[in-house]
């Protein structure tokens, strides 16, 4: 089983200010890595695929880059309504597709 | 709308069985996998296993495997997880999820339902 690591747990940033989270993977996954964004109460939301490509509908704020182990999602100009916990997700092989633990970023 | 509507919450006893639904709508049901994720406080999101309703093709996590069990009914566009005897340590959210394209075997989550909380207690 590949296991995803995030980092960090929590993120304090001023809004405005950049985002820039880690995700690493035990193993290569390619590029089949997604980021996810859930909000209380909400299901998660897809942010990227592929590594790199946003989902239909997500701000252009939102970029995620990397490929092998080594996985970036940035906010370029953190928003309110960015406060979340973000999850990144390989889906190289099967199975499972695991989930990194997230990483909570907080508006400061 | 392409949309995935689950069952309702559910509060069950140890030793019972259960078995919530997914049902897909406003899209090909069975050209898409659908997968179940499991979420708890502790251990964040946890993939359980996954069904192509086209021909039930099945992968689950070895975590749960012989744990649960996922099947499908394409005529009238519903997933399912099931119990045979739950345990208190299957108490949580309980999400279905269905790939961003149609067919393919690997693939990110587009489509989630909107939860089942499962309380065993």
């Known amino acids: 089983e590949i296991v995803m690591t995030q980092s960090p747990a929590t993120l304090s940033v001023s809004p405005g200010e950049r985002a820039t989270l880690s995700c690493r993977a035990s193993?290569?996954?390619?590029?089949?890595l997604a980021w996810y964004q859930q909000k209380p109460g909400q299901a998660p939301r897809l942010l990227i695929y592929?590594?790199?490509t946003r989902a239909t509908g997500v701000p252009a704020r939102f970029s995620g880059s990397g490929s092998g182990t080594e996985f970036t999602l940035t906010i370029s100009s953190l928003q309110s309504e960015d406060s979340a916990v973000y999850y990144c997700?390989?889906?190289?092989?099967?199975?499972?597709?695991?989930f990194g633990q997230g990483t909570k970023v907080e508006i400061k | 709308e392409v949309q995935l509507v689950q069952s309702g919450a559910e509060v069950k006893k140890p030793g019972e069985s259960l078995k919530i639904s997914c049902e897909g709508s406003?899209?090909?049901?069975?050209?898409?996998?659908i997968a179940w994720v499991r979420q708890t406080p502790g251990k964040g999101l946890e993939w359980i296993g996954i069904?192509?309703?086209?021909?039930?093709?099945?992968r689950y996590s070895p975590s749960f495997q012989d744990q649960v069990t996922i099947s499908v009914d394409t005529v009238i566009n519903t997933a399912y997880l099931q119990w045979s005897s739950l345990k208190a340590s299957d108490s949580a959210m309980y999400y279905c999820?269905?790939?961003?394209?149609?067919?393919?075997?690997?693939?990110?989550?587009?489509?989630w339902g909107q939860g089942t909380l499962v309380t065993v207690s």
């Open positions: 193993q290569s996954v390619r590029s089949n």
């Open positions: 069904i192509f309703p086209g021909d039930a093709d099945l």
């Open positions: 592929g590594a790199s």
């Open positions: 999820a269905r790939h961003n394209s149609a067919y393919g075997d690997y693939d990110a989550f587009s489509i």
């Open positions: 406003g899209y090909a049901f069975s050209n898409y996998w």
């Open positions: 997700q390989h889906y190289n092989n099967w199975p499972p597709h695991t």
